[in-house]
Protein backbone atom coordinates (compact mmCIF):
# COMPACT_ATOMS: atom_id res chain seq x y z
CA UNK A 1 0.00 0.00 0.00
CA UNK A 2 1.31 3.49 -0.48
CA UNK A 3 0.33 6.47 1.05
CA UNK A 4 -1.74 9.12 -0.43
CA UNK A 5 0.95 12.19 -1.78
CA UNK A 6 2.08 14.55 0.37
CA UNK A 7 4.59 17.30 0.64
CA UNK A 8 7.81 17.01 3.09
CA UNK A 9 9.48 19.50 5.00
CA UNK A 10 12.75 19.13 6.97
CA UNK A 11 12.74 21.96 9.63
CA UNK A 12 16.35 22.78 11.42
CA UNK A 13 15.00 24.04 14.51
CA UNK A 14 12.07 23.63 16.59
CA UNK A 15 10.98 27.69 15.97
CA UNK A 16 10.88 26.06 12.04
CA UNK A 17 9.01 23.69 12.74
CA UNK A 18 6.62 25.65 14.94
CA UNK A 19 6.09 28.12 11.79
CA UNK A 20 5.42 25.32 9.50
CA UNK A 21 3.29 23.96 11.84
CA UNK A 22 1.23 27.21 12.31
CA UNK A 23 1.39 28.01 8.55
CA UNK A 24 0.67 24.26 6.32
CA UNK A 25 -3.05 23.52 5.95
CA UNK A 26 -3.38 19.64 7.11
CA UNK A 27 0.35 19.09 8.45
CA UNK A 28 1.60 16.33 10.57
CA UNK A 29 4.51 15.85 12.54
CA UNK A 30 6.82 12.88 11.32
CA UNK A 31 8.90 11.41 14.28
CA UNK A 32 9.77 8.04 14.12
CA UNK A 33 7.49 6.91 11.64
CA UNK A 34 6.61 4.00 13.02
CA UNK A 35 2.80 4.58 14.28
CA UNK A 36 1.89 7.56 11.66
CA UNK A 37 3.64 6.14 8.49
CA UNK A 38 1.57 3.02 8.98
CA UNK A 39 -1.82 4.93 9.12
CA UNK A 40 -0.61 6.45 5.89
CA UNK A 41 -0.36 3.44 3.88
CA UNK A 42 -3.63 2.02 5.27
CA UNK A 43 -5.00 6.12 3.79
CA UNK A 44 -6.24 5.87 7.50
CA UNK A 45 -4.01 9.20 7.63
CA UNK A 46 -3.88 11.78 4.82
CA UNK A 47 -1.58 14.70 5.60
CA UNK A 48 -0.91 16.75 3.03
CA UNK A 49 2.57 17.77 4.17
CA UNK A 50 4.84 15.98 6.81
CA UNK A 51 7.14 18.32 9.21
CA UNK A 52 9.89 15.64 9.71
CA UNK A 53 11.63 16.36 13.17
CA UNK A 54 14.33 14.40 13.11
CA UNK A 55 17.20 17.29 11.77
CA UNK A 56 15.68 19.06 14.39
CA UNK A 57 18.31 19.93 17.08
CA UNK A 58 17.68 19.63 20.72
CA UNK A 59 15.21 17.23 21.02
CA UNK A 60 17.49 14.45 22.24
CA UNK A 61 18.95 13.30 25.62
CA UNK A 62 17.96 12.33 28.69
CA UNK A 63 19.86 14.03 31.78
CA UNK A 64 18.21 14.40 35.70
CA UNK A 65 17.59 17.91 37.05
CA UNK A 66 16.63 18.46 40.70
CA UNK A 67 14.77 15.05 40.77
CA UNK A 68 13.70 14.71 37.88
CA UNK A 69 14.86 13.22 34.83
CA UNK A 70 13.92 15.21 31.42
CA UNK A 71 13.89 12.73 28.12
CA UNK A 72 14.04 14.46 25.36
CA UNK A 73 10.63 13.91 23.04
CA UNK A 74 12.89 12.78 19.95
CA UNK A 75 14.66 9.97 22.20
CA UNK A 76 14.01 6.73 20.77
CA UNK A 77 12.83 3.88 22.58
CA UNK A 78 16.33 2.66 22.22
CA UNK A 79 17.80 5.59 23.64
CA UNK A 80 15.25 5.28 26.49
CA UNK A 81 16.28 1.70 27.02
CA UNK A 82 19.86 1.95 27.08
CA UNK A 83 19.94 5.51 28.97
CA UNK A 84 22.36 5.06 32.27
CA UNK A 85 20.58 7.81 33.71
CA UNK A 86 17.52 5.87 33.46
CA UNK A 87 18.20 2.85 34.66
CA UNK A 88 20.11 4.11 38.19
CA UNK A 89 17.35 6.50 38.89
CA UNK A 90 14.10 5.20 37.08
CA UNK A 91 14.38 2.20 35.76
CA UNK A 92 11.20 1.19 35.03
CA UNK A 93 11.09 3.51 31.81
CA UNK A 94 14.30 2.02 30.31
CA UNK A 95 12.42 -1.47 30.88
CA UNK A 96 8.91 -0.53 29.87
CA UNK A 97 10.95 1.15 26.84
CA UNK A 98 12.68 -2.51 26.16
CA UNK A 99 9.27 -4.10 25.78
CA UNK A 100 8.29 -2.39 22.85
CA UNK A 101 7.80 -3.78 19.74
CA UNK A 102 11.23 -5.39 18.10
CA UNK A 103 14.98 -3.66 17.47
CA UNK A 104 13.67 -2.21 14.46
CA UNK A 105 10.44 -0.06 16.27
CA UNK A 106 12.65 0.44 19.01
CA UNK A 107 15.37 1.89 16.76
CA UNK A 108 13.36 4.43 15.16
CA UNK A 109 10.14 4.85 17.14
CA UNK A 110 10.46 7.94 19.97
CA UNK A 111 9.15 8.22 23.22
CA UNK A 112 7.58 11.13 22.09
CA UNK A 113 5.63 9.67 18.80
CA UNK A 114 4.60 7.23 21.22
CA UNK A 115 3.34 9.50 23.72
CA UNK A 116 1.69 12.12 21.21
CA UNK A 117 0.36 9.22 19.26
CA UNK A 118 -1.34 7.85 22.25
CA UNK A 119 -2.35 4.41 20.86
CA UNK A 120 -4.37 2.82 23.69
CA UNK A 121 -2.40 -0.11 23.35
CA UNK A 122 0.85 1.48 23.89
CA UNK A 123 2.86 0.25 26.63
CA UNK A 124 4.64 3.97 28.35
CA UNK A 125 1.59 5.72 28.69
CA UNK A 126 0.50 2.79 31.81
CA UNK A 127 4.40 4.02 33.16
CA UNK A 128 4.54 7.24 33.04
CA UNK A 129 0.73 7.61 34.62
CA UNK A 130 2.28 5.29 37.77
CA UNK A 131 5.34 7.68 38.07
CA UNK A 132 2.95 10.85 37.35
CA UNK A 133 4.86 12.34 34.78
CA UNK A 134 4.69 15.85 32.77
CA UNK A 135 5.04 16.83 29.43
CA UNK A 136 6.41 19.84 27.82
CA UNK A 137 4.64 21.11 25.16
CA UNK A 138 6.07 23.81 22.87
CA UNK A 139 3.80 26.38 20.94
CA UNK A 140 3.20 30.28 20.86
CA UNK A 141 4.26 29.65 24.21
CA UNK A 142 5.99 26.37 26.33
CA UNK A 143 3.75 24.85 28.74
CA UNK A 144 3.59 21.76 31.22
CA UNK A 145 0.92 19.32 31.08
CA UNK A 146 0.21 16.60 34.03
CA UNK A 147 -0.03 13.06 33.11
CA UNK A 148 -3.94 12.90 34.37
CA UNK A 149 -5.02 15.75 31.78
CA UNK A 150 -2.69 14.15 29.12
CA UNK A 151 -4.49 11.02 27.58
CA UNK A 152 -8.13 12.63 26.32
CA UNK A 153 -9.63 9.63 23.93
CA UNK A 154 -8.61 7.22 21.75
CA UNK A 155 -6.07 7.94 20.06
CA UNK A 156 -6.03 12.04 21.78
CA UNK A 157 -4.26 13.77 23.72
CA UNK A 158 -3.91 16.85 25.04
CA UNK A 159 -1.38 18.19 22.47
CA UNK A 160 -2.99 21.28 20.84
CA UNK A 161 -2.68 21.15 16.69
CA UNK A 162 -0.13 23.95 16.88
CA UNK A 163 2.43 22.33 19.23
CA UNK A 164 5.01 20.06 19.42
CA UNK A 165 5.65 17.86 22.48
CA UNK A 166 9.40 18.54 23.52
CA UNK A 167 10.44 16.90 26.53
CA UNK A 168 9.09 14.09 29.17
CA UNK A 169 9.24 14.71 32.67
CA UNK A 170 9.62 11.62 34.83
CA UNK A 171 10.54 11.76 38.59
CA UNK A 172 13.80 10.21 39.85
CA UNK A 173 12.93 7.14 42.13
CA UNK A 174 13.71 7.77 45.65
CA UNK A 175 14.92 5.19 48.60
CA UNK A 176 11.66 3.01 49.35
CA UNK A 177 10.09 3.15 46.34
CA UNK A 178 9.90 0.41 43.42
CA UNK A 179 8.52 0.33 40.28
CA UNK A 180 7.55 -2.29 37.39
CA UNK A 181 5.33 -2.81 34.24
CA UNK A 182 4.47 -5.73 33.46
CA UNK A 183 2.26 -6.57 30.09
CA UNK A 184 0.54 -9.60 28.29
CA UNK A 185 1.99 -9.27 24.78
CA UNK A 186 0.40 -9.51 21.25
CA UNK A 187 2.26 -12.55 20.30
CA UNK A 188 3.31 -10.57 16.80
CA UNK A 189 3.35 -7.13 17.23
CA UNK A 190 3.93 -6.92 20.90
CA UNK A 191 1.68 -4.13 21.54
CA UNK A 192 -0.07 -4.50 25.04
CA UNK A 193 -2.82 -6.74 25.04
CA UNK A 194 -3.11 -5.62 28.46
CA UNK A 195 -0.75 -4.17 30.44
CA UNK A 196 -0.03 -2.37 34.32
CA UNK A 197 2.61 -0.65 35.75
CA UNK A 198 2.84 0.06 39.30
CA UNK A 199 4.86 1.94 41.40
CA UNK A 200 4.68 1.91 45.58
CA UNK A 201 6.67 3.71 48.12
CA UNK A 202 6.73 1.89 51.34
CA UNK A 203 8.13 3.49 54.71
CA UNK A 204 10.40 2.13 57.38
CA UNK A 205 7.52 -0.41 58.85
CA UNK A 206 6.44 -1.53 55.74
CA UNK A 207 3.08 0.71 55.41
CA UNK A 208 2.44 1.93 51.30
CA UNK A 209 2.13 5.53 51.79
CA UNK A 210 1.63 6.45 48.12
CA UNK A 211 0.71 4.06 44.77
CA UNK A 212 0.40 4.69 41.24
CA UNK A 213 -0.94 2.36 39.04
CA UNK A 214 -1.92 2.80 35.19
CA UNK A 215 -3.38 0.31 33.09
CA UNK A 216 -2.99 0.32 29.06
CA UNK A 217 -4.31 -2.04 26.47
CA UNK A 218 -7.60 -3.12 28.30
CA UNK A 219 -9.59 0.04 27.37
CA UNK A 220 -9.78 3.05 24.32
CA UNK A 221 -6.93 5.22 26.39
CA UNK A 222 -4.75 4.42 28.93
CA UNK A 223 -6.10 5.10 32.45
CA UNK A 224 -5.10 5.74 36.18
CA UNK A 225 -6.54 2.65 38.39
CA UNK A 226 -7.57 5.09 41.11
CA UNK A 227 -9.23 1.93 43.24
CA UNK A 228 -5.98 -0.42 43.19
CA UNK A 229 -4.09 2.79 44.60
CA UNK A 230 -6.68 3.70 46.97
CA UNK A 231 -6.60 -0.34 48.33
CA UNK A 232 -2.76 0.08 48.29
CA UNK A 233 -2.10 3.24 50.68
CA UNK A 234 -2.05 3.34 53.75
CA UNK A 235 -1.63 -0.75 53.88
CA UNK A 236 1.08 -3.09 55.25
CA UNK A 237 1.25 -5.20 51.24
CA UNK A 238 1.09 -8.58 52.48
CA UNK A 239 -0.08 -10.97 49.87
CA UNK A 240 -3.77 -10.00 51.40
CA UNK A 241 -3.66 -6.49 50.11
CA UNK A 242 -2.01 -6.97 47.35
CA UNK A 243 -4.83 -9.58 46.18
CA UNK A 244 -7.37 -7.53 47.20
CA UNK A 245 -6.21 -3.96 45.39
CA UNK A 246 -5.47 -5.78 42.49
CA UNK A 247 -9.01 -6.92 42.11
CA UNK A 248 -10.08 -3.46 41.00
CA UNK A 249 -7.71 -2.84 38.41
CA UNK A 250 -10.54 -3.41 36.05
CA UNK A 251 -12.89 -0.90 37.61
CA UNK A 252 -12.98 2.52 35.84
CA UNK A 253 -11.44 1.31 32.58
CA UNK A 254 -13.77 0.99 29.29
CA UNK A 255 -12.80 -2.53 28.73
CA UNK A 256 -12.77 -3.44 24.56
CA UNK A 257 -13.90 -6.79 23.57
CA UNK A 258 -11.58 -7.06 20.28
CA UNK A 259 -10.05 -9.75 18.53
CA UNK A 260 -7.47 -10.23 21.61
CA UNK A 261 -9.92 -11.38 23.73
CA UNK A 262 -13.64 -10.85 25.46
CA UNK A 263 -14.48 -8.07 27.87
CA UNK A 264 -14.47 -10.84 31.01
CA UNK A 265 -10.55 -11.99 29.56
CA UNK A 266 -9.26 -8.91 29.58
CA UNK A 267 -10.73 -7.43 32.72
CA UNK A 268 -9.43 -10.72 34.11
CA UNK A 269 -5.83 -10.03 32.78
CA UNK A 270 -5.97 -6.47 34.45
CA UNK A 271 -6.57 -7.75 37.78
CA UNK A 272 -3.78 -10.56 37.14
CA UNK A 273 -1.07 -8.46 35.57
CA UNK A 274 -2.18 -5.54 38.46
CA UNK A 275 -1.21 -7.92 41.19
CA UNK A 276 1.79 -9.13 39.04
CA UNK A 277 3.13 -5.56 38.24
CA UNK A 278 2.72 -4.71 42.92
CA UNK A 279 4.39 -7.60 43.62
CA UNK A 280 6.75 -6.88 41.64
CA UNK A 281 6.98 -3.27 42.61
CA UNK A 282 6.84 -4.00 46.58
CA UNK A 283 9.91 -6.38 45.76
CA UNK A 284 12.03 -3.36 44.90
CA UNK A 285 10.49 -1.07 47.21
CA UNK A 286 11.83 -3.25 49.83
CA UNK A 287 15.04 -3.40 48.22
C1 LIG B 1 5.65 -3.57 14.08
C2 LIG B 1 5.42 -2.58 15.16
C3 LIG B 1 5.35 -3.01 16.47
C4 LIG B 1 5.13 -2.11 17.50
N1 LIG B 1 5.05 -2.58 18.77
C5 LIG B 1 4.81 -1.73 19.78
C6 LIG B 1 4.73 -2.20 21.13
O1 LIG B 1 4.90 -3.36 21.44
N2 LIG B 1 4.46 -1.29 22.09
C7 LIG B 1 4.30 0.05 21.81
O2 LIG B 1 4.07 0.83 22.73
N3 LIG B 1 4.40 0.52 20.56
C8 LIG B 1 4.64 -0.32 19.54
N4 LIG B 1 4.76 0.15 18.27
C9 LIG B 1 4.60 1.61 18.03
C10 LIG B 1 5.97 2.29 18.14
O3 LIG B 1 6.34 2.33 19.50
C11 LIG B 1 5.99 3.73 17.60
O4 LIG B 1 7.34 4.07 17.52
C12 LIG B 1 5.33 4.80 18.41
O5 LIG B 1 4.02 4.48 18.73
C13 LIG B 1 5.26 6.11 17.63
O6 LIG B 1 6.49 6.75 17.69
P1 LIG B 1 7.14 7.34 16.40
O7 LIG B 1 8.33 8.11 16.84
O8 LIG B 1 7.34 6.27 15.41
O9 LIG B 1 6.03 8.42 15.92
P2 LIG B 1 5.39 8.73 14.51
O10 LIG B 1 4.83 7.50 13.91
O11 LIG B 1 6.35 9.52 13.67
O12 LIG B 1 4.22 9.72 14.98
C14 LIG B 1 3.09 9.24 15.67
C15 LIG B 1 2.12 10.40 15.93
O13 LIG B 1 2.63 11.29 16.90
C16 LIG B 1 2.82 12.61 16.37
N5 LIG B 1 4.11 13.08 16.91
C17 LIG B 1 5.27 12.36 16.97
N6 LIG B 1 6.20 13.04 17.64
C18 LIG B 1 5.64 14.21 18.00
C19 LIG B 1 6.14 15.34 18.74
N7 LIG B 1 7.37 15.36 19.26
N8 LIG B 1 5.30 16.38 18.93
C20 LIG B 1 4.02 16.34 18.42
N9 LIG B 1 3.51 15.29 17.73
C21 LIG B 1 4.31 14.24 17.54
C22 LIG B 1 2.81 12.44 14.85
O14 LIG B 1 2.34 13.59 14.18
C23 LIG B 1 1.84 11.27 14.70
O15 LIG B 1 0.53 11.72 14.76
C24 LIG B 1 4.98 -0.71 17.22
C25 LIG B 1 5.06 -0.26 15.89
C26 LIG B 1 5.28 -1.18 14.87
C27 LIG B 1 5.38 -0.67 13.46
Request: hydrophobic residues 45%; proline residues 4%; charged residues 25%.
Amino acid sequence: MYPAAFEYHAPASVGEALKLLGKLDDAKILAGGHSLIPMMKLRLAQPKHLIDLRKVPGLTGIKEDKGMISIGAMSTHWEVESSKVLKAKCPVVSETAAMIGDPAVRNKGTIGGSLAHGDPAADMPATVIALGAEFVCQGKKKRTVKVDAWFTGLMETALGEDELLVEIRVPALAKGTGAAYLKFPHPASRFAVVGVAAVVTLDKNGTCTKAGVGVTGAGSKAVRAKGVEAALTGKRLDAAAIEAAAAKAADGVDVQADLQGSVEYKAHLCRVFAKRAIEAAVKRAQG
